[in-house]
Nanobody, 127 residues
Framework: VQLQASGGGLVQAGGSLRLSCAASGSTFSRYYMGWFRQAPGKEREFIAT????????YYADAVKGRFTVSRDNAEKTGYLQMNSLKPEDTAVYYCAVRPVACYSGSWYYSAAQYDYWGQGTQVTVSS
């Protein structure tokens, strides 16, 4: 599976952006799509994840209430809507996929748990 992330850019604090992650190639019937970010000099940080079939979501505390993850099954595209952006949200944002045999109720928020990655898209929030 190939993932193409897009939608990053420069925005003022308090603004919004919507990132997209388009999946192509061989896809899976059940998987999680996760979103991560990495700021310069920092480790890759979990943001949110969504189950592709049912649309259940899980968020990191740092973005809860400001970011919303969603997906369009027909378009094989995931989205990360980011509102009330802060300068500390500045980072390269990545989408990733973890195929699963079934949805067990577990959540996956470690980068090591995801098998396929997009190339990343830069988000810069100015103060």
């Amino acid at each position: 599976v190939q993932l193409q992330a897009s939608g990053g850019g420069l925005v003022q604090a308090g603004g919004s952006l919507r990132l997209s992650c388009a999946a192509s190639g061989s896809t899976f019937s059940r998987y999680y799509m996760g979103w991560f970010r990495q700021a310069p000099g920092k480790e890759r940080e979990f943001i949110a994840t969504i189950t592709w079939s049912g649309g259940s979501t899980y968020y990191a505390d740092a973005v809860k209430g400001r970011f919303t993850v969603s997906r369009d099954n027909a378009e094989k595209t995931g989205y990360l809507q980011m509102n009330s952006l802060k300068p500390e949200d500045t980072a390269v944002y990545y989408c990733a996929v973890r195929p699963v045999a079934c949805y067990s109720g577990s959540w996956y928020y470690s980068a090591a748990q995801y098998d396929y990655w997009g190339q990343g898209t830069q988000v810069t929030v100015s103060s």
